[in-house]
């Protein structure tokens, strides 16, 4: 083999074992990029670390527009895509419970079926227009999930009318982003709380 052969040789040989040196640091600065671009949202969307599995899912959400003495409407449809038979439940939580009425509370879901729940939400007549009502629907089936509700009240009706279609199955994948949660509760209530809760809610 000639001089200038080996020359060739060498520099191929010398040109990949370089590239194969600087082949961690490239990926390291690569994953160190994508990092930082889903921190900052401008990431890949499935990179995106959902709520804890043990809370309800968000479902949605619903607006409504009401006059005072007005009534709205939510229909909440939930499929069971399962192949047991399966109890829905539907509550309203916090103030918004006061509010609604709930058309049932409770069904039994076929596998594979389908079964509307109807909110019924109505607006006193002595709640003043500018006031704004927010709160959840739950729903607990296979998982639970929660329909975020907000009431606007306006001197004219808006919108009455909202749909809800909630898809009632299990998760038997184990997700990657399942090992970044650790429990970080809230502190515990104080008397102190408990008694601002109160008057906030009589005020």
Same mark, same amino acid.
């Given at each position: 083999?000639n001089?200038?052969?080996?020359?060739?040789d060498?520099r191929?040989?010398?040109?990949?074992?370089t590239?194969?040196?600087?082949?961690?640091?490239?990926?390291?600065?690569?994953l160190a990029?994508?990092?930082?671009?889903a921190a900052s949202?401008?990431?890949?969307?499935g %990179?995106?670390?959902?709520p804890? %599995?043990?809370?309800?899912?968000?479902?949605?959400?619903?607006?409504l527009?009401l006059p005072?003495? %007005?009534?709205?409407?939510?229909?909440?449809h939930?499929a069971?895509?399962?192949w047991?038979?399966?109890?829905?439940?539907?509550?309203?939580?916090?103030?918004?419970?006061?509010?609604?009425?709930?058309?049932?509370?409770a069904?039994?879901?076929?596998p594979?079926?389908r079964?509307?729940?109807?909110?019924?939400?109505?607006?006193?007549?002595?709640?003043?227009?500018?006031?704004?009502?927010?709160?959840?629907?739950l729903?607990r089936?296979?998982?639970?999930?929660?329909?975020?509700?907000?009431?606007?009240?306006a001197?004219?009706?808006g919108?009455?009318? %909202?749909?809800?279609?909630i898809?009632?199955?299990?998760?038997?994948i184990h997700?990657?982003?399942?090992h970044?949660y650790?429990p970080?509760?809230?502190?515990?209530?104080?008397r102190?709380?408990?008694?601002?809760?109160k008057?906030?809610?009589?005020?």
């Amino acid at each position: 083999m000639n001089e200038a052969g080996n020359g060739i040789d060498t520099r191929a040989i010398t040109d990949a074992f370089t590239a194969l040196l600087g082949a961690p640091a490239q990926m390291a600065a690569t994953l160190a990029g994508s990092l930082a671009g889903a921190a900052s949202g401008l990431g890949s969307p499935g %990179c995106a670390i959902p709520p804890p %599995c043990w809370e309800p899912r968000p479902a949605g959400r619903c607006t409504l527009v009401l006059p005072p003495g %007005c009534t709205g409407t939510i229909r909440v449809h939930v499929a069971n895509c399962g192949w047991s038979r399966r109890v829905v439940r539907l509550t309203a939580a916090g103030r918004l419970a006061a509010w609604t009425k709930l058309e049932p509370t409770a069904q039994v879901v076929d596998p594979q079926s389908r079964v509307t729940f109807v909110a019924r939400i109505r607006v006193p007549e002595d709640v003043k227009p500018g006031e704004t009502l927010m709160g959840p629907l739950l729903v607990r089936g296979c998982v639970d999930h929660f329909v975020r509700v907000e009431v606007i009240v306006a001197e004219e009706g808006g919108r009455a009318l %909202c749909e809800v279609a909630i898809e009632d199955c299990a998760d038997s994948i184990h997700h990657w982003y399942d090992h970044f949660y650790c429990p970080r509760p809230c502190r515990p209530s104080t008397r102190k709380d408990e008694a601002y809760g109160k008057d906030a809610a009589h005020g």
